[in-house]
């Protein structure tokens, strides 16, 4: 941390938020919540679940058949489009809807969640971010105002403020100077954002804090202060216990004002997305279903199926009864493990469609349950269903 | 070669050919053949080249992409479904085609030539070939009768004599004695077809004789003379000089029947499959539109094209203009560059669906020249037009 922790000052006076996105709530059970998030592509029911197109696709799959899921909005790394083949590249073949032949909505993380994890040797100051791109070890800096650049350059519909992600454990004075940063960041990003050629779309601010209560609360109020379309809650599933994430989480996504998105970044699993609709989140993004696919494992809602397991050899029956996907609807247990032990490019692809069949149901599920009030009830039957499927997980 | 070489009596005395496969002509331009093959599953327009599904998939793609390419048949390897997963798992599921849900017809081959490329510790026998599977060093050994079986228990719709793949380059005697080996057991298949089961489904004969036109000759007429439902010429693209090749095939397709279709195995490059057709071959297999495919090697009528170079970096423009596949009509060369230089899942089946459009195509517009009287011509514009492309090829 070579950041000193400084300033009380307001980081932000006045400016509307960006046009091109507005929110409206449907329905509310309890903190849980069913909206319509309206942008410039068409509209997204929410809570909505966004798989992750990383180098501008999602692993396996063509757009057609995420369509064909219910796959409203992709999220797609500025840290890896920005590397290769790098924005310029993107926005000479007219943007990343057309580059990638996706013609919904595309949230962009800021790159900045990457070069804490990914890239060598980064420096952190107040300007922004020193870092060795993990494909060539080139030298790079992103800053505030680099990150949203670039997410304009790629035509992100929702673009993401660049923050710094607490490490996890982090002490609490470390926390809260990381967390000052962030939003320190997260004024200079709403200023470069209504600065720059506005095209379409939508820039979110991001609370951070650590696992810490009184952090969240101040990281929530003061990144609601500055002003922006729409808040995600960040830096959580980086390590720290289940309890402490859904505290975390629970207190930042109070904190949100209702009228706006609110966006639990990078969870999670399907027990995990029960928990934060139940929280109120609107909006999450994870590359379980896809990673977790290609790995063999496929979740049903009898539990997870480890698909190499010896007992699926002969199994002429599908992934999962009842399921409707082009796997399910095609294809035997026994040819999917087969594809996989043999090393099939089809595996992948077949594996993953399942996997994310299953989490656009569980979220239209959850979105039915909150709509009919009966979220509660739902999270119950959901955790006591749960409890078969394989153990030796991928 | 532990087989003496001996036996001039006759082979096979009588026995009809299965029922199940008919073939007629429609049209001859000199030796070049428009046909159509009807099998139990289908019609099948020929010239016609078969998409190699070693795995019972054809790499990178799914059933519904090959149809809608215009795919009418494909090939799947015995020696590896019979070593995984087994053909009794794969017959326990339904048989080959409901396994890997398509419903057009399969040819097998019938694991000779795997077992000469890709095992170790083979050795042969008048009785058959002992090898060491490439998966998992057991010992094993394929017979023409077990041959059969396998192919059987698969449900293959057009089964392949096992014969002895005769390495190149190899002396006249030792050819020779290769040659009256495999018609030793292609007369023993007969019998084993005859005797088993019988299922829907025809048995192919092979030609051999390496590059000597004598073998070869000799070689068709005593696999004629057995009798079998179609004729593959086979042990060809084994290393021979082009002209050889050509050469051998040309003898050994000139003395199979006119009124049987006739197969040219492993054959090969657009320019070998034009050559085929003028030399009256009507079906043909090969790997390179997948394997090159999934290397970066994109065929179009202008030449090869290598995905990886720097010049396609920014090119909006499809792989091919007026291609109309699937990834012509939706993706740039710059998209696809990405995902191929990022070892992207989507870049395999991308390029493999192009490739095999280019195929397909290529084969409807040699049977289409067929019956215009026109193969001459259209031949020698193939030839001059693949002038171009690029030059460091995968």
New interface residues.
């Given amino acids: 941390m070579a950041t000193a922790c400084s300033s009380s000052e307001p980081l932000w006076a006045g400016g509307a938020p960006s046009v091109g996105l507005s929110f409206r709530l449907e329905a509310t059970d309890g903190r849980a919540r069913a909206g319509v998030l309206t942008t410039p592509r068409g509209e997204v029911r929410t809570p909505v679940f966004m798989p992750v197109g990383t ?3 999602v ?5 057609e058949e995420l369509a064909e899921l219910g796959v409203a909005m992709v999220l797609a790394n500025t840290y890896h489009l920005h590397l ?2 790098g924005e310029d ?1 993107v926005a ?3 943007g990343l809807h057309r ?3 996706w013609d919904g909505p595309i949230l962009t993380d800021s790159g900045g969640f990457q070069v804490f994890s990914l890239s060598g040797l980064r420096r952190i100051t107040e300007e922004g971010v020193s870092f060795r791109s993990h494909l060539d070890g080139s030298s790079r800096f992103l800053s505030p105002e680099s990150a949203v650049a670039i997410q304009r350059a790629l035509g992100s519909d929702i673009a993401m403020c660049l923050d710094e992600c607490t490490p996890y454990p982090a002490e609490y004075s470390v926390a809260e100077c990381s967390m000052q940063l962030s939003l320190r960041w997260a004024a200079r990003c709403k200023a470069a954002w209504e600065a720059s050629v506005a095209g379409q779309g939508a820039l979110f601010g991001i609370v951070q804090g650590s696992t810490y209560p009184e952090l969240r609360r101040r990281s929530a109020e003061e990144t609601v202060a500055i002003g922006f379309d729409g808040y995600a809650v960040g830096g959580l599933s980086v390590g720290e216990p289940k309890e402490a994430m859904l505290e975390a989480a629970a207190v930042a996504l109070a904190a949100l004002p209702g009228d706006a998105p609110r966006y639990l970044m990078g969870v999670g699993t399907p027990e995990d997305l029960v928990e934060g609709v139940r929280l109120g989140a609107d909006m999450f993004d994870c590359v379980m279903p896809t990673r977790n696919a290609r790995n063999g494992m496929l979740f049903t809602a009898g539990g997870r199926v480890v698909i190499k397991n010896a007992r699926y ?2 199994d ?1 029956s599908p992934v999962e009864d009842n399921c409707g996907c ?1 796997t399910c609807r ?3 247990r ?2 999917l ?3 996989f ?2 090393r ?3 595996a ?2 077949l594996l993953t469609l399942h996997n994310l069949s299953y989490y656009m149901r569980l979220m239209s599920q959850l979105r039915e349950a909150v709509v009919r009030g009966e979220i509660e009830a739902f999270a119950r039957r959901f955790h006591a269903r749960r409890a078969g499927g394989d153990t030796d997980e991928a």
């Avoid at 692993?59 to 757009?63: C, E, L, R, S, V």
């Fill in positions: 180098q501008a696709t692993k396996g799959t063509a757009p290769r083949p590249v000479h073949l007219g580059f990638m032949h050899l002969r002429a082009y095609n294809f035997s026994a040819y493990r087969h594809l032990v043999s099939e490019i089809l992948m692809r």
